[in-house]
T-cell receptor, first 111, second 112 residues
Framework: DAGVTQSPTHLIKTRGQHVTLRCSPI?????VSWYQQVLGQGPQFIFQ???????GRGNFPDRFSARQFPNYSSELNVNALLLGDSALYLC??????????FGPGTRLTVL | AQRVTQPEKLLSVFKGAPVELKCNYS??????LFWYVQYSRQRLQLLLR??SRESIKGFTADLNKGETSFHLKKPFAQEEDSAMYYC??????????????FGQGTTLQVKP
């Protein structure tokens, strides 16, 4: 198992555009969480999905949305991008109880 | 409000010296506390969690509810311990670890 995978690795967008980030969890993991990590800070919780249902949402605007598919993979969507959305976006998967396993992240740059 | 504070951005020690990475938290219930580590060019990974009471790579951390602290300690630092360390808490109570609140992180630099 390759662990949690995320795509793309890097991407560059301009203000106002929208972006879709993808995450494939470890086989057997039904919970996927998304985090935003701005340079110099710790990861900040955005969403958790479990069994395709949103289980929690952090303090992020409605421009941020996510979903989980029947195969437990997940997408994070961000609309109307702002310069401040530039960050590393991390995905983590877990059994609901237990260790979270993180992916390598997607580096988003908004110009 | 739930919060995790790591007061030091950088901690620099010599090889063989003791290490203590500080973590304080704010949470009104019974949180579950974690330490995550990120080595250079690697992904974030769990180092230890307070409920398991394990010692991983020589590191230990004790939850002090009175002082709301969860400091990470190692008696003798090794060069391979150089990394970014994050303290995190989960306040879900039901064992759901999918919502973690992270501190800002401390870079540990172990000099030869």
């Amino acid at each position: 198992d390759a662990g949690v995978t995320q795509s793309p690795t890097h991407l560059i967008k301009t203000r106002g555009q929208h972006v879709t980030l993808r995450c494939s969890p470890i086989s057997g993991h039904k919970s996927v969480s998304w985090y935003q990590q701005v340079l110099g800070q710790g990861p900040q919780f955005i969403f958790q999905y479990y069994e395709k249902e949103e289980r929690g949402r952090g303090n992020f605007p409605d421009r941020f949305s996510a979903r989980q598919f029947p195969n437990y993979s997940s997408e994070l969507n961000v609309n109307a991008l702002l310069l401040g959305d530039s960050a590393l976006y991390l995905c983590a998967s877990s059994l609901v109880v237990g260790e979270q396993f993180f992916g390598p992240g997607t580096r988003l740059t908004v110009l | 409000a739930q919060r995790v504070t790591q007061p030091e951005k950088l901690l620099s020690v010599f090889k063989g010296a003791p290490v203590e990475l500080k973590c304080n938290y704010s949470y009104s219930g019974s949180p579950e506390l974690f330490w995550y580590v990120q080595y250079s060019r690697q992904r974030l990974q769990l180092l230890l969690r307070h409920i398991s009471r394990e010692s991983i790579k020589g590191f230990t951390a004790d939850l002090n509810k009175g002082e709301t602290s969860f400091h990470l300690k190692k008696p003798f630092a090794q060069e391979e311990d150089s990394a970014m360390y994050y303290c995190a808490l989960s306040g879900e109570g039901s064992g759901n670890t999918g919502k973690l609140i992270f501190g800002q992180g401390t870079t540990l630099q172990v000099k030869p």
